[in-house]
């Protein structure tokens, strides 16, 4: 079984930061999986934030290019995303998510709220 724990959300004003974290556990090889974030607004659809593959490629949601960066640890089965100069729109319930084809395993989700 596959578990993914998210951490780091909270509440910011515009401008600050957040750092979410997720820790993978399971009996699967995570390093073959993509491993990323999706965020899901209220009234919008789940959309991929940010996403490493196995072998390093990073791509991002346009919105979002200049202002998160994202990383994983291999070894320790993690994936970090910092999420820098924080907008209202960037509110939302983040998911950490762990994807091989057409497998996903999701996190619970955690909420990052920006608003003055």
């Known amino acids: 079984q596959v578990q993914l724990v998210e951490s780091g959300g909270g509440s910011v004003q515009p401008g600050g930061s957040l750092r979410l974290s997720c820790a993978a556990s399971g009996s699967i090889f995570f390093s073959r999986y993509r491993m990323g974030w999706y965020r899901q607004a209220p009234g919008k659809q789940r959309e991929l934030v940010a996403a490493v593959t196995s072998g390093g490629s990073i791509n991002f949601l346009d919105s979002v290019k200049g202002r998160f960066t994202i990383s994983r640890d291999s070894a320790k089965n993690t994936v970090v995303l910092q999420m820098n100069s924080l907008k209202p729109e960037d509110t939302a319930v983040y998911y950490c998510?762990?994807?091989?084809?057409?497998?996903?395993?999701w996190g619970k989700g955690i909420l990052g709220t920006v608003s003055s």
């Open positions: 998510n762990v994807a091989l084809g057409a497998i996903n395993y």
